[in-house]
T-cell receptor
């Protein structure tokens, strides 16, 4: 596609439910990033995929969070047993390669846990 | 670990220059970026600079890098109301994901 696509754009879920957020990166981009932006806050790094290398999961806040990237393309971020503090905008970005000068961001998924 | 700091808010009058400052801690940072986020929108890359440069100009935007002090600035000349947004500084050493600052909210008054 022309840009990074994320779905859904908005998600409201009940506390304790699991959610899946999807990211479709730009075709050919080998690097994929997930960030979280809480209201009025900066971007918190969650996880980074680069090609076939093991992902950098150092930013995942708890074991309720996991992500996978199938076939080096689409990525899914899963949050199990959601909590109210998980409410945020989840942003995905992709770039052509490690250290590439430009990471392109999707519009984000706004997650609200009620 | 890596850390990036920015002031939270800047207010300028239309037509003035805006200067947004950023400091970072990782001396191995190779790429430094400025992103813009308008209300309800995603992040848009404005400009970037390699660590072996000390200045980059792109139309109304000027990026200055003081590598010794680990200080990055973004100057917007002739600031317009459409420049009102949150500006994020980010860095990477190329082997890891971008580390972002908390963002500077620029308010442009008519």
């Amino acid at each position: 596609g022309a840009g990074v696509s994320q779905s859904p754009s908005n998600k409201v879920t009940e506390k304790g439910k699991d959610v899946e957020l999807r990211c479709d990166p730009i075709s050919g981009h080998t690097a994929l990033y997930w960030y979280r932006q809480s209201l009025g806050q900066g971007l918190e790094f969650l996880i980074y995929f680069q090609g076939n290398s093991a992902p950098d999961k150092s930013g995942l806040p708890s074991d309720r969070f996991s992500a996978e990237r199938t076939g080096g393309s689409v990525s899914t971020l899963t949050i199990q047993r959601t909590q109210q503090e998980d409410s945020a905008v989840y942003l995905c970005a992709s770039s052509q390669s490690r250290g590439n000068t430009e990471a392109f961001f999707g519009q984000g998924t706004r997650l609200t846990v009620v | 670990g890596e850390d990036v700091e920015q002031s939270l808010f800047l207010s300028v009058r239309e037509g003035d220059s805006s200067v947004i400052n950023c400091t970072y801690t990782d001396s191995s940072s190779t790429y430094l970026y400025w992103y813009k986020q308008e209300p309800g929108a995603g992040l848009q890359l404005l400009t970037y600079i390699f660590s072996n440069m000390d200045m980059k100009q792109d139309q109304r935007l000027t990026v200055l890098l003081n590598k010794k002090d680990k200080h990055l600035s973004l100057r917007i000349a002739d600031t317009q109301t459409g420049d009102s947004a949150i500006y994020f500084c980010a860095e990477t050493a190329g082997r890891r994901a971008l580390t972002f600052g908390s963002g500077t909210r620029l308010q442009v008054q008519p």
